[in-house]
Each structure stands twice: as structure tokens, then as C-alpha cells.
């Protein structure tokens, strides 16, 4: 009876083998045929598939029977093929972790077992365990190493009948992997997949996210993202969720966009306060937002609900990207950016019909420091381009608070986005210095020169000397009444003191000034018949910025407040306003 169950037992290990072979080899998947791609395919197209099945098999789109299975399956397969260790891994050994069975970077966790084959596939594999034991495993598969699975007779045991079969009946002598004799199989403590993970084992909190997704707690939210100026895409998830396919919508999405955009994941298992702080808190499914600009300054957070497909969420990224940049019109008559605000001023000339990308980015995060505009310009030959010292587009003009004009770069040329504001921001800072270091100058004055300069009517004794023929620019504070003088007396007499000077021009050694005076209307009416044949008759005070040379002149007519007295005589200074010819030369009774 013992020489039959001797000869029986081989029999029931080898069948049990066997079944235990087929099943293993019917739940192995193929992650290339989840995908429906090549064993050559490119990342890309890898990519392209995944997002195909993702958006036909996601949950929340797909309520039919093995929809929710499915889209783990094409979570896996992506998990392992878009990562190009795994994905040789499981073209060399059939699975993603780097060996015929276990992880071979770490032989010692798995019983000491170094594997030797000793025969190709369908083989035996003697496995020298460590001491003098020995076990054995069986590997089946192509020759390309793809769906071979590998394993030993403890594991087969403890498929069939559970638990640790170590202590199991005495079927004959087998030496264990600890060294010791038993009278027993020698089963492993390791487990082994074949295949795939299940969903709830795919998502760990070491998913292999990009270095484009950054982890974000509350203290790197402070930092980086509140009020920063710049634009985030913040992914809210927990471990135990799905995630693979919001990620690599995301990044698809933040890639090209990178230096506008910025993406972040939160786990909201480890930060569930500051996730609940913002509202931000996963329910079944993962949850994205967007730190928007749109429409306050502060920034906000806000939801993104609509479909998952690259071209939306990037439509919907772009749209809420900053917007503190003013669309101007640079053929406007009277527009001017020359004021003598505490901000410099800056402005893209270009071809786009919308602010670009790049500027709105740059104008997010220099809100703080400077006033951007933009305008649509046909091309370099424009008027309106050439006056403002351009000849080549795209370019960046800039103004510093004492009203001068500097054209910063033209033929801007961009390799990428993220390079673009890089090397536009570093224009920036450059010219933030510049203005500091001249205002800086400017308040170190000694305070004798910042006395109030008293601003002389205008009489026919100091015509010549006030607006006389070498006087560049006369500026007259025209006033019919005893409180409009003193109201234009005053701002003038503050003007005078700024530092106002033209550009120097490149044959010139000197720079051109600007005279201050007053007049009275009713006193000197035919005087004023010389700009207008009504004599301005409708207005209690006005300001006339004359050229005696050229018998040119033009007329502010607005409210006479500060702020846009000095924009005026900025815009009269820079040559950013329109002249009109005198009907004839004006003469003072």
C-alpha cells in the first residue's frame, strides 16, 4: 500500500500542477490586448489608446455590467506599458516587477531563492535555496519570457487549500528553503501575481505620478500656490482610488503649458483637515480644480465638471488663466501709458487677435509690480508702431514711472512656453531694477529743489522766454476764473517738479525741456483764437501744450485732477499724442 501511494502521489502533485498552471495562465492579461496596441508601440500611441478606453469604460460614463473591471484592466495595462521599466520587465519575465517570479533586485526577501534555468520554456527552474536546501519551480511561456508565470509547490497547495502548507501531512521528504528537514512542502511566505492587480491594489499611495504633478499639503499651498499669481491644477484623490487616468489627462493637459500652468496632487487620507479647509475633500471619485484668475485678483478655487478629454480641460485651463493684461488700442488718438504712476508700464505689440497665452501668464505673476497692456498691431509698418520707436514685431515697450519710454525687446522669438516666460521675466526684472535705481535717484534729491515752483502768468514781457520760438514745449494753464487758477496753479506747480524730460535723441547732447505757465482767458481772448475759433469759450479751464517751432499745439479739456494732468503732459513729453497746425500764431494783448 505505501509503494502505491508512492507511486500515486507524483501523479496527484503533477495534476494538480497542471490545473494550477492552466489557471494561472488563464488569468494572466496581456496588457498590449487590453490596450489594443502593438508590442511596438510608441508612448504615444500607448497614450492615445489608453485615453480612448479610459473615457468609453470610466465609471461614471459607463453604468454596464464589467465596465468598472474593465477600465482597472486598462488602468493596469496603461500603469505597466507607460512606464518603460515595467514595461520591460513584462516583455522580459511576463510580469511588471522585474523577474521570473519575484523582484529580483531583492533575492534575500523571497527565502534566499536565486533562479538558474535549467531548460527553455515549459522547463524546470532549480531554485538553490539558501544552506544546502533546494526547491523547485515550473515556468511556462514563449521564448520572449511574455506570460510565463513561476512558482513553487508550497504555493500550489496553498492555492488549492489555503494557508501556509509548511505543515502539511508527511507525503514524503522534502527539503524546506530555511535549511532545515521536513517532512513536508516547504512553502514560500511570498505570494505570487501573474498578471495584473486588482483595482484596489493598483492604486497605492506610491502611484508613479510625473514630476510634473507635485504633492501639495497646506504649507506648499501657502507658499506656492495662494495668491502666487500662477495658475494650478490641483488633483484631490486618496489612495484607495482610482487615479491613473485624471493623472494622465493632467499631464497631457499641463505639459505644453508648462510655465503657465502648474500641476499638484493633495492626498486627502493624509491631509483630510486642509482638504476639508478648502472644500477640495474626494467623494467616490477623485475631484480636480483649478486655482482661476478669472475674476478676482486673489485667485480662486474652482471645480472642473466637464468632460474628461485633453482638449477640454485645456480649453477650460486657458480660460482661466490671468487676465491683467488691458487689450488697448495703440491707434487710439490721446491714448497714452506715459503716466507717472508708482508701477512701470509694459506692453506687448503683436499680430494675435487675444492676449497670448505667454503675457497672461507673465501679467498673473507681476501683477504686483507692474501695468500691462496689449494691443493687436497689423504689422511693423503701422503708424502707431513706428511712433513708438518699433520695427519689428512681436515686441515688449516699456514705461518707467517718471513717464520714459524704453522699447524693451522686439523679434521676440520663444522656443517653448516654460523657456518664453523664463526669458521674459528675467526682461522684466532687469527693467523693475532700472526704475527703482532712477527712482531711487529721484527722491534723494536735496529738498531745495523739491520747493514749490511758482508758475508765472504769462505776459508779453515773458512770451519769449516761456513760449518763444526756442522753447520745445509750452505748457499753458488756460483759467477764466479766480478758483480755477488756483486749482490749475496748484497741480501745475507739482508737475513742474517731476523729473519730465524727453528721450534724449542719439544726435543730441542735451534733452529738451518743458515751460510752465498761465493764462488768464479773459483777459487774453484773441490769444486763444489761434488754437480755436471759439476761444474755448465752454470751458472754466483748460491746459494747451503749444510748439512755437513747429506752430503746433493740442488741448487737454478733461477733469483737472492729478493723475490725468500727468498722464496728458507724459503723453505731450513721449511724442504718444496727436498735434494739430494753429489756424494762425498766437499774439498776446
Given amino acids: 500500500m505505501k509503494k502505491i501511494r508512492a507511486v500515486a502521489f507524483p501523479i496527484v502533485v503533477f495534476g494538480l500542477l497542471w490545473l494550477f498552471i492552466s489557471s494561472q495562465a488563464a488569468e494572466t492579461l496581456d496588457p498590449y490586448k487590453i490596450l489594443g496596441v502593438d508590442q511596438n508601440a510608441s508612448q504615444r500611441e500607448i497614450q492615445k489608446a489608453f485615453h480612448k478606453l479610459s473615457l468609453q469604460y470610466h465609471p461614471d460614463k459607463n453604468k454596464s455590467k464589467g465596465a468598472q473591471e474593465k477600465f482597472a484592466q486598462i488602468n493596469n495595462a496603461y500603469e505597466i506599458l507607460s512606464d518603460e521599466e515595467k514595461r520591460k520587465n513584462y516583455d522580459m519575465y511576463g510580469n511588471e516587477r522585474g523577474g521570473p517570479g519575484f523582484d529580483a533586485s531583492n533575492p534575500a526577501g523571497n527565502g534566499g531563492y ?3 534555468t535549467s531548460g527553455g520554456p515549459g522547463g524546470w527552474q532549480h531554485m538553490g535555496g539558501q544552506g544546502h536546501s533546494k526547491s523547485f519551480s ?32 508527511q507525503f514524503g521528504s522534502f527539503t524546506g528553503s530555511s535549511g532545515t528537514q521536513s517532512h513536508g512542502f516547504g512553502g514560500s511566505s511570498r505570494s505570487q501575481s501573474s498578471g495584473f492587480r486588482g483595482a484596489s491594489s493598483m492604486q497605492s499611495g506610491s502611484s508613479n505620478y510625473p514630476k510634473s504633478i507635485q504633492d501639495i499639503n497646506s504649507q506648499v499651498y501657502k507658499k506656492e500656490i495662494a495668491d502666487q499669481g500662477i495658475t494650478w491644477l490641483l488633483l484631490s484623490y486618496s489612495p484607495r482610488m482610482s487615479s491613473q487616468y485624471y493623472k494622465s489627462i493632467i499631464e497631457e493637459v499641463v505639459t505644453p503649458l508648462q510655465g503657465a500652468l502648474k500641476a499638484g496632487r493633495v492626498n486627502c487620507e493624509n491631509e483630510p483637515s486642509f482638504c476639508k479647509e478648502l472644500g477640495i475633500y474626494p467623494r467616490n471619485v477623485p475631484r480636480v480644480f483649478i486655482y482661476s484668475y478669472k475674476s478676482i485678483e486673489s485667485g480662486s478655487l474652482l471645480e472642473y465638471t466637464g468632460d474628461w478629454a485633453v482638449k477640454n480641460l485645456k480649453t477650460f485651463c486657458q480660460e482661466h488663466l490671468p487676465r491683467f493684461s488691458k487689450r488697448v488700442d495703440v491707434d487710439t488718438s490721446g491714448f497714452s501709458f506715459g503716466t507717472m504712476d508708482r508701477l512701470p508700464r509694459v506692453m506687448l505689440l503683436s499680430t494675435k487677435k487675444d492676449t497670448p497665452v505667454i503675457w497672461r501668464a507673465l501679467s498673473g505673476l507681476y501683477r504686483k509690480r507692474f501695468i500691462f497692456y496689449d494691443a493687436e498691431v497689423p504689422d511693423a509698418s503701422d503708424k502707431a508702431v513706428k511712433k513708438l520707436g518699433v520695427d519689428v514685431l512681436p515686441a515688449i515697450v516699456g514705461w518707467m514711472s517718471n513717464g520714459e519710454k524704453h522699447v524693451l525687446q522686439t523679434r521676440i522669438s520663444v522656443k517653448d512656453l516654460n523657456s518664453a516666460v523664463q526669458e521674459l521675466s528675467a526682461l522684466l526684472s532687469d527693467f523693475e531694477r532700472k526704475n527703482k535705481k532712477v527712482t531711487s535717484s529721484q527722491a534723494k534729491k536735496p529738498e531745495t529743489e523739491s520747493v514749490d515752483k511758482q508758475i508765472h502768468l504769462l505776459t508779453t514781457s515773458n512770451f519769449d522766454a516761456l513760449c518763444g520760438e526756442p522753447v520745445p514745449v509750452c505748457l499753458i494753464g488756460v483759467f477764466k476764473s479766480s478758483k480755477a487758477r488756483d486749482k490749475v496753479e496748484s497741480i501745475l506747480s507739482v508737475v513742474s517738479q517731476k523729473s519730465l524730460t524727453r528721450r534724449q535723441k542719439p544726435y543730441s547732447g542735451s534733452k529738451d525741456s518743458i515751460t510752465y505757465t498761465l ?27 503749444y510748439k512755437p517751432r513747429k506752430e503746433k ?4 479739456t478733461g477733469e483737472m485732477r492729478m493723475e490725468e494732468v500727468e498722464r496728458f503732459i507724459s503723453s505731450v513729453i513721449n511724442g504718444d499724442i496727436q498735434f494739430s497746425k494753429t489756424k494762425q500764431k498766437p499774439k498776446l494783448r
Fill in 114 to 116: 536565486t533562479h538558474f
Fill in 519 to 545: 493764462l488768464d482767458a479773459t483777459k487774453q481772448p484773441a490769444f486763444l483764437t489761434a488754437f480755436d475759433n471759439s476761444g474755448f469759450k465752454s470751458f472754466e479751464k483748460i491746459l494747451i501744450a
Fill in 138 to 169: 515550473f515556468s511556462f511561456g514563449n521564448s520572449g519570457g511574455q506570460g510565463s508565470s513561476n512558482f513553487d509547490l508550497g504555493d500550489i497547495f496553498s492555492r488549492f487549500f489555503g494557508g501556509d502548507m509548511s505543515g502539511a501531512g
Fill in 553 to 556: 499745439f493740442t488741448v487737454y
